[in-house]
């Protein structure tokens, strides 16, 4: 069996309704089946894809993607219905569906970029943190230096007023 890169794998990988999806086409693809064989399979074992393991993108979706070249037009062999996405679970379940030994390394290597690609979200996510805090910071010290700025202004102000000379050489004494 030809071993598939991570990232080829995690290219496949949308996210559609907050879930990270597979679409049926691209799993076909790489389980090296047709579409319409994986389909048919899934829908002999609905029981075992709820929801939240599968669903069909909706026609706005579908036009989303289409839009990002993801999908190929209708016509000439292009898709006749909407595609159905399998989230990590669902793809997961495949596995005892789909049982040829292809099926089955190439479940390992899709759950491997699905870890890998939660792995990556949440640096991310942790950067993004650490980022908003150091953002905070700095303004918080800009208040401060802003103030400081202020108040030295306002001093010198006060100091360079003739009026007030008189004042502070008094308080001077």
Partial sequence: MEIIPTETIERKIFLIRGHKVMLDADLARLYGIETRILVQAVKRNLAKFPEDFMFQITPNEFLTLRS???ISKSGKGGRRYLPYAFTEHGVA?????LKSPRAVQMNISIIRAFIKLQEILLT?????QKMESLERKQKDQGDQVTEIYSFIKNLLKHLLNPQNASVLI???K
């Fill in 68 to 70: 990002q070249f993801v």
């Fill in 124 to 128: 991310h996510k942790e950067l993004a």
């Fill in 93 to 97: 379940m495949l596995s005892s569906v």
């Fill in 170 to 172: 008094y308080r001077l």
